[in-house]
């Protein structure tokens, strides 16, 4: 492989809505440039980038991959990216490390919720964009249509600079507005046969050149001059105006074609390599210094100290951890010890590799730009900063989402629960968007993350990596048992078998305390009664009564307790029947204080766009929710409310079935709520059920 300076570098990420062909158009880059042999195809897991088996079972992506092409000179570095918004995370942290995005739009489908979203994205990262429209070959394929929605849904001046020849099955080839040359296609190799116009387009072809040319004109001063003056501008003048205004963010280039059939796969790469921001182009990475607020730079210079982030680890039960890395200032050699500043640890190098989807390709230095992969270090993971010690700075990391789904986990197999836990944690590693818990209350494991393919998805690769197998069941609800009365009730336990018996008597006061209050014990006894040895073992039996629950098996809390009387007896008293009579006691004295269940209820934000407003209120109000407010974000409003834990365990493909997978929300815990009586009677039966058949 040739040597490459930053400036030849272009660095960019494949992304899209879901099944817009984005993983076929990286292994027609692939094939078309050369670099790979054969045409891989999703279909039939032949794919370079698609290489996981969950991966090729499912026929998505669902983890970033990461390759390069050379083309006309230059290094093209890509990742390709999943469509799916559970993988959110990982398209957000690849999008985070390139220059320019490659946006996929479907021939048939137009712009798609996954569109808007990386858009969004796109946006916030300032990235420079060109727009694929994929699939023409597909029926009810439509290049005008698409290019309408385009405009509509993305808001955003688009500038196409080709037009398709033939539509749907008879689409065979492009017509160049820049060259004002036409192509057709007859085979995938991306290698067209230049012809004359098509008579029948030669009209359209005009007027979209004239339109193009304006928009390029547009994008700088002193070529709208010059295109006044002389009413047109030079195919070298309008490449210069191309790349101007597609740095700048103010032209988005809209090209199509095939991927399966390689066509405008040439014309994209030569577009990326004429067009597209290099590391040079978009300046210095700013940062922090650590410890502090002062701002840091660093030009993307070999010169300047090294500096770089990870956006991706991998965890591989072979190889170790895999860290994948961008490089933003400096050069690094293979076996060279790097300081991580998130961290504060110095982490040995071995060697360092350039990516090729599931193969590796050694590298002997990077430079400014470069996108690559270290195996086997100790503690680095995804968003830390890597630098030169003596000079050190921290990037800004991508934020974790909370997770907005959760499951409990049961093992197939008996002992495995410490595998369990030593497996999620090693694919936390590699996800930081999979969280894993013990609800001491419900005593579950719950794995939580983005989505129920994110968390399927999560358990399938732990069985591959791991060996360690999981049901997967809906987490039981952490309600809570209290008292809204007061009694004094007497707890009398007495066992004569035989030899020495058993003896307790005690009397309590139960009150309640105010929400929260959790639970108070004092010894208000005068005299000899109870021995002092006996009266915490009273208090024992309560608190072990009260964690298991009297009235549906969950714990008791906010209340008081009072001892007040009681008796015991010189030979058969004991702690033991002393705890037996406090459990007693309370257990009794509960059925005397209006005992009620206590839910969990959450704080919820739900981001929707407009036109879903009334369809996700009405059902958040049939799930026993309160809208408490709403703000406008962009063109999409956000509902702030509040709604009982047990309404949301399966809220998230509700909610985008009801949004056409526009919806996302995120919830906190707020309060404990009385559940309503007629829901209490149904989990009160379903505990006494429960309890019979355990019997």
């Not at 042999?37 to 897991?45: Q, Y």
């Not at 990982?90 to 990386?118: P, R, W």
């Not at 591989?316 to 860290?323: F, I, N, Q, S, V």
């Not at 969990?600 to 407010?629: A, C, H, T």
């Amino acid at each position: 492989m040739a040597k490459y300076e930053s400036k030849s570098l272009r660095n960019l990420a494949v992304v899209g809505h879901g099944g817009t062909g984005k993983t076929s158009l990286c292994e027609s880059l692939l094939f078309v440039s050369g670099k790979s042999e054969r045409l891989g195809r999703v279909d039939d897991a032949s794919s370079c980038m698609d290489y996981e088996p969950e991966e090729q079972k499912r026929r998505v992506s669902i983890s970033s991959a990461a390759n390069f092409v050379e083309w006309e000179k230059h290094k093209i570095n890509f990742i390709d990216t999943p469509g799916d918004s559970n993988f959110a995370y990982d398209i957000k942290c690849s999008m985070s490390v390139v220059e320019n995005a490659v946006v996929l739009v479907d021939a048939v489908g137009g712009v798609e919720f996954q569109t808007q979203k990386v858009w969004e994205l796109a946006d916030e990262f300032n990235l420079p964009r060109i727009i694929f429209i994929n699939r023409l070959d597909r029926e009810r394929a439509n290049f005008d249509t698409v290019l309408d929605s385009i405009k509509v849904k993305l808001k955003r001046k688009a500038t196409p600079v080709c037009l398709p020849i033939g539509s749907e099955d008879k689409f065979n080839g492009l017509v160049d507005l820049v060259s004002m040359k036409a192509y057709i296609f007859s085979d995938n190799k991306g290698a067209g046969k230049v012809t004359d116009i098509p008579a029948e387009m030669k009209d359209d072809v005009k007027l979209m050149r004239d339109s193009m040319v304006e928009d390029i004109a547009e994008s700088d001063d002193e070529l709208m001059n010059k295109y006044l003056e002389a009413g047109e501008l030079s195919d070298e003048e309008l490449k210069a105006g191309l790349k101007k205004g597609v740095t700048s963010g103010s032209l988005i280039p809209v090209i199509c074609g095939s991927a399966l059939k390689g066509i405008g796969i040439a014309m994209l790469m030569d577009l990326v390599v004429s067009a597209f921001a290099s590391p040079v182009d978009r300046g210095p990475m700013k940062g922090k210094k650590p410890g502090t607020d002062n701002v840091e730079e660093r030009q993307p210079s070999e010169d300047a100290p090294f500096s770089g982030i990870v956006f991706k680890t991998i965890a591989d039960p072979y190889a170790g951890r895999l860290t994948l890395f961008r490089v933003y200032s400096g050069k690094l050699d293979s076996d060279t010890p790097v300081y991580n500043s998130t961290r504060k640890i110095t982490e040995k190098f071995g060697h360092v590799f350039f990516l090729e989807g599931k193969n590796q390709k050694q590298a002997e230095t990077l430079i400014p730009g470069d996108i690559a992969g270290v195996a086997k270090l100790k503690e680095t993971t995804t968003g830390d900063t890597l630098c030169y010690e003596k000079a050190p700075i921290i990037y800004e990391k991508v934020a974790v989402p909370p997770p907005i789904m959760s499951f409990a986990m049961e093992p197939k197999s008996r002992g495995d629960e410490d595998k369990i836990a030593t497996s999620i944690h090693r694919l936390t590693e590699e996800d930081p968007t999979i969280q894993f818990t013990r609800n001491v209350e419900t005593k579950e494991m719950i794995l939580s993350g983005m989505g129920q393919v994110h968390i399927e998805v999560t358990i399938e690769k732990m069985k591959r990596k791991f060996g360690v197998e999981v049901n997967l069941n809906t987490p039981k609800v952490p309600y809570k048992e209290t008292i809204k009365g007061k009694t004094n009730v007497q707890g009398k336990y007495k066992k004569q078998s035989g030899g020495r018996g058993q003896f307790g008597d005690c009397w309590i006061d139960i009150e309640p305390l105010p929400r929260g209050g959790g639970f108070e014990f004092h010894d208000k006894i005068v005299g000899g009664v109870i021995p002092g040895q006996y009266r915490p073992a009273v208090e024992k039996g309560i608190v072990e009564a009260a964690a298991k629950g009297v009235i549906a098996g969950y714990p008791v809390v906010d209340f008081k307790i009072n001892l007040t009387f009681g008796s015991y007896h010189t030979v058969d008293s004991s702690e033991m029947a002393f705890k037996i009579a406090g459990s007693m006691a309370f257990q009794k004295g509960v059925m005397e204080c209006q005992p009620i269940l206590l839910e969990p209820i959450v704080n919820i934000e739900i981001e929707i766009p407009d036109e879903y407003m009334g369809d996700v209120i009405g059902d958040l109000n049939s799930r026993r929710g309160r809208v408490q407010g709403m703000d406008a974000k962009g063109s999409n409003q956000i509902i702030k409310g509040q709604v009982p834990l047990a309404e949301i365990l399966k809220y998230a493909p509700d909610l985008r079935s009801m949004t056409s997978g526009r919806g996302n929300f995120t919830f906190t815990h707020s309060h404990f709520e009385e559940v309503p009586a007629f829901i209490a009677e149904k989990i009160i039966a379903a505990h006494k059920k429960e309890k019979e058949e355990d019997e």
